[in-house]
T-cell receptor
Framework: AQKITQTQPGMFVQEKEAVTLDCTYD???????LFWYKQPSSGEMIFLIY??????QNATEGRYSLNFQKARKSANLVISASQLGDSAMYFC??????????FGAGTRLTVKP | EPEVTQTPSHQVTQMGQEVILRCVPI?????FYWYRQILGQKVEFLVS????????KSEIFDDQFSVERPDGSNFTLKIRSTKLEDSAMYFC??????????????FGPGTRLTVT
């Protein structure tokens, strides 16, 4: 069975600082994709970053980077230079090869001015 | 930039009534999905749809639920007899390629369903 765990229900970070949001997963599939989505208070789901299980390098997208540690089955999201607009729920998700995506419980990030 | 659209943005219905939630996926996408998010909780997979049939469904997707692609553009989720616990945000998503892990799923803005 696939399982996604986000152990931090809430996180605070000072504006302009970096923050790491934790995500661990469990799957027996050798091929899978890992995703992070942002959900602001308006409710929409915004794709941030993707990491494939066979990718050799950690994914980066602007201020977002994914710290992928395959042996530990972790895929932490790092947001650098936090902005007030980063305050939102962040969901980690995994899609193994059968194509249905499972989400973690989410982490609520609050950026303080 | 192409986007997934959903209508209505908010639907209020009485318990026992049927509702149909509508989605227009991105036009060249082949895989379609429905997810739900009960207020304050995580996003849960309901069903995936490819080549005019269900490819995967979760335990949540029971006989009360059905999906359809009635024409070339719409993808619908029907709940036959709504229950109070069906109140949630329902997200439609689509992706470009089947059975590939690295294709992003594009989410629609969601339909908030309130069952009274």
């Amino acid at each position: 069975a696939q399982k996604i765990t986000q152990t931090q229900p809430g996180m605070f970070v000072q504006e302009k600082e970096a923050v790491t949001l934790d995500c661990t997963y469990d799957t027996s599939d050798p091929s899978y994709g890992l995703f992070w989505y942002k959900q602001p208070s308006s409710g929409e789901m915004i794709f941030l970053i993707y990491q494939g299980s066979y990718d050799q390098q950690n994914a980066t997208e602007g201020r977002y980077s994914l710290n992928f540690q395959k042996a530990r089955k972790s895929a932490n999201l790092v947001i650098s230079a936090s902005q007030l607009g980063d305050s939102a729920m962040y969901f980690c998700a995994m899609r193994p090869n059968n194509n249905d995506m499972r989400f973690g419980a989410g982490t609520r990030l609050t950026v303080k001015p | 930039e192409p986007e997934v659209t959903q209508t209505p943005s908010h639907q209020v219905t009485q318990m026992g009534q049927e509702v149909i939630l509508r989605c227009v996926p991105i036009s060249n996408h082949l895989y379609f999905y429905w997810y739900r998010q009960i207020l304050g909780q995580k996003v849960e997979f309901l069903v995936s749809f490819y080549n005019n049939e269900i490819s995967e469904k979760s335990e949540i997707f029971d006989d009360q639920f059905s999906v359809e692609r009635p024409d070339g553009s719409n993808f619908t989720l029907k709940i036959r007899s709504t229950k109070l616990e069906d109140s949630a945000m329902y997200f439609c998503a689509s992706s470009e390629a089947p059975r590939e892990t690295n294709y992003e799923q594009y989410f629609g803005p969601g339909t908030r369903l309130t069952v009274t």
